[in-house]
């Protein structure tokens, strides 16, 4: 089978999904990474509503600080 897509192998096939976990930012729920340094780090945005996905807050890769965290 052959897979056309923009995407790198580690996107498609993640090495270890554990390493990820759920959470609520800003009211969405998003796939967030724990770094080395300790901090938090949005992998993907879970929505259905394409509006929330021109947020920049959301985008992959966003840092998220612990005062911004909902308790």
């Known amino acids: 089978m052959v897979l056309y897509t923009p995407l790198t192998d580690a996107e498609i096939f993640p090495s270890d999904p ?3 976990f759920l959470m ?10 724990e770094t080395e340094c300790g901090s938090i780090q949005v992998v993907q945005l879970l ?9 920049d ?3 992959p890769g966003t840092t998220i ?3 911004s965290i909902q308790k």
């Open 18 to 20: 554990d390493d990820t």
């Open 24 to 33: 609520t930012y800003k009211g969405q729920t998003v796939v967030c990474r």
């Open 47 to 55: 929505s259905t509503d394409p509006q929330h996905f021109l947020h």
């Open 57 to 59: 807050a959301f985008t």
């Open 65 to 67: 600080y612990s005062n």
